[in-house]
């Protein structure tokens, strides 16, 4: 990497904080915060298909979203079996350097009373032209109920849409939803296609690890590896996964397999998305012999085949690693290490393919590298 592109990042982060777009606030006498109001609206939604990565690929899309109709993102929590604020995760000052945006507990405490009171909550849901069904269900369920549960939000009423998320319906938007009448847009679920749209990918570089999150990372680094490098690996062998993998032989595009097989003229294979064990070894074993590192992180959904890896690389002498972590920790330390093999067709394997790529750190693919 350049030398100027370094310092260039550094100063970035250095000076996030002092260059923030982020929701204008105060702090009162009394020691509350004060926020300015944004006349252009704000947008809120639930974070409510999938596990982290799934939600990661929605969070971008919306973000961008809030962006091109130019009103306050309202910052949704991520839902685990609660919902976990923003800022516990990522940098809020991060995110407010590309675009306008408020914490949903602030909001909700801060903003919400004076322009979405509860008499006044209206929420918005995408249905058919030619459904029948004339009710959004915005808390039907789980996880869509405890997430707005986790706000404190009702609805009084419901605006069901037709139109899309892309750029060419932003003018639309404005016009059948205009902020005086819709000041906030409460989406069921995130205004965004899935998988993230190659437009949306690089808005990667503002979903930036808290510090406690890179602390506790670099903890478990620490302990596992004592600083030296090591080979990041994530493994898609579940049930579940085998039997989504079954659908999947042979189609253009299947879920997040984009992020190897856009600009190319393959197609989705079985090895691909559900590589068999010998071509977990075979690759690993030629990243291994060509940059000598011993070290080896996995990270799983089910089996971190340990005893099949340092057996088939016993002459090698290597060490392999797994935590049962929480997923955004596995995703945070696979982000750190030298060289990282996913599963393309994996949102999860998404998010740190996305996030090395701001990095400019190597990234391969089991039965698509060689």
Same mark, same amino acid.
């Not at 938007?173 to 069921?188: D, G, L, R």
């Not at 797994?322 to 920790?329: K, S």
């Given at each position: 990497m350049p030398f100027q592109t +370094?310092? !260039? @990042?550094?100063?970035?982060?250095?000076?996030?904080?002092?260059? $923030?777009?982020? %929701?204008?606030?105060?702090?009162?006498?009394? /020691?509350?915060?004060?926020?300015?109001?944004? =006349?252009? /609206?704000? +947008?809120?939604?639930?974070?409510? !298909?999938? @596990?982290?990565?799934?939600?990661?690929?929605?969070?971008l899309g919306g973000l961008n979203f809030a962006k091109r109709l130019n009103r306050t993102l309202v910052l949704p929590g991520f839902r685990t079996y609660k919902t976990v604020p923003h800022d516990e995760w990522f940098r809020l000052d991060a995110i407010q350097q590309y675009h306008r945006a408020i914490l949903g507990s602030d909001f909700m405490k801060y903003v919400a009373p004076k322009v979405w009171p509860p008499s006044h909550r209206i929420g918005f849901c995408w249905l058919p032209q030619n459904t029948e069904e004339k009710k959004c269900g915005m808390k039907d369920g789980n996880p869509f109920g405890p997430f707005w549960d986790s706000y404190n939000v009702d609805f009084v009423d419901y605006a069901i849409y037709h139109i899309g998320y892309q750029d *060419?319906?932003?003018? #639309?938007?404005?016009?059948?939803?205009?902020?005086?009448?819709?000041?906030? *847009? &409460?989406?069921?679920?995130?205004?965004?296609?899935?998988?993230?749209?190659? =437009?949306?990918?690089?808005?990667?570089r503002y979903l930036v690890w808290s510090d406690h999150i890179m602390e506790e990372v670099k903890a478990h680094i620490k302990k596992l590896f004592n600083g030296e490098k090591f080979i990041g690996i994530h493994l898609r062998n579940g049930v579940d996964w085998a039997r989504a993998c079954d659908h999947a032989d042979g189609v253009n595009s299947y879920m997040a397999s984009p992020q190897c097989l856009e600009d190319t003229d393959k197609k989705v294979t079985r090895k691909l998305c559900f590589p068999s064990k010998e071509e977990i070894l075979r690759l690993l074993k030629n990243v291994v012999l060509r940059t000598k590192i011993k070290n080896i992180f996995v990270a799983t959904d089910q089996d971190p085949m340990i005893g099949d890896?340092?057996?088939?690389?016993?002459? *090698?002498?290597?060490?392999? $690693?797994?935590?049962? &972590?929480?997923? %955004?920790?596995?995703? &945070? +330390?696979?982000? #750190?290490?030298?060289?990282?093999? /996913?599963?393309?067709?994996s949102?999860?394997?998404?998010?740190?393919?996305?996030? @090395?790529?701001v990095h400019e750190k190597e990234t391969l693919f089991w039965g698509f590298s060689d």
């Open positions: +370094i310092i !260039m @990042r550094v100063l970035l982060v250095a000076l996030l904080p002092l260059l $923030s777009l982020g %929701h204008d606030t105060t702090d009162s006498e009394n /020691g509350s915060k004060e926020f300015q109001i944004d =006349e252009n /609206g704000y +947008i809120f939604f639930c974070l409510c !298909m999938g @596990r982290f990565g799934n939600q990661a690929d929605h969070f *060419y319906y932003t003018s #639309q938007w404005q016009e059948e939803y205009p902020p005086e009448k819709y000041p906030v *847009y &409460a989406f069921k679920g995130a205004p965004a296609g899935f998988p993230v749209t190659r =437009e949306d990918r690089d808005l990667q890896i340092e057996s088939h690389l016993k002459s *090698y002498k290597v060490k392999v $690693s797994h935590l049962d &972590a929480e997923p %955004h920790i596995d995703v &945070a +330390i696979l982000g #750190q290490s030298e060289v990282f093999i /996913g599963n393309c067709v949102s999860f394997t998404s998010f740190v393919t996305r996030e @090395r790529a």
